[in-house]
């Protein structure tokens, strides 16, 4: 059975090997081990990420606060900058910094609303660009 967001994780790594980002999805993520992984790892020699992936049909996430606690110690360990990368149906991706999340009780909820406010577009992760934000 095909792990949802696997095509997702793929097309991530192209776009990052496309700008010069060496990129492997981590293929022991999602629960494969007891140690914390991200789904996607990239880094150029100078800047290192860490993005965990998730895609949904619907307008929010809800992501379990082990997941993002999880990427954070990586992150702080690897020596990466953390992301979630949500892809929305039918829209672009976005990336969002775990200090970006909106933490409910048991864990953190990302809806279109916020994704589309405080997501940082690929672009703008590997410093090619600056978007601007119209609130």
């Known amino acids: 059975m095909a792990r949802k967001g696997y095509k997702e994780e793929i097309d991530l790594v192209k776009i990052l090997w496309d700008n010069n980002f060496a990129a492997i999805r981590a293929p022991a993520s999602g629960g494969a081990t007891k140690k914390p992984l991200p789904d996607v790892i990239a880094g150029n020699g100078d800047r290192y990420l860490a993005i965990e992936v998730k895609t949904t049909s619907k307008d929010k996430i809800y992501i379990s606060s082990n997941r993002v606690e999880g990427l954070r110690k990586f ?9 979630i990368g949500i892809k929305f149906k039918y829209k672009k991706w976005f990336f969002l910094p775990l200090d970006d999340l909106e933490k409910t009780k048991k864990s953190y909820k990302i809806d279109l609303k916020l994704a589309l ?8 992760v590997i410093g090619k660009e600056k978007q601007i934000k119209f609130k």
């Open 117 to 124: 406010s405080k997501g940082l577009d690929i672009y703008e």
């Open 75 to 83: 992150s702080r360990i690897f020596g990466a900058e953390p992301y």
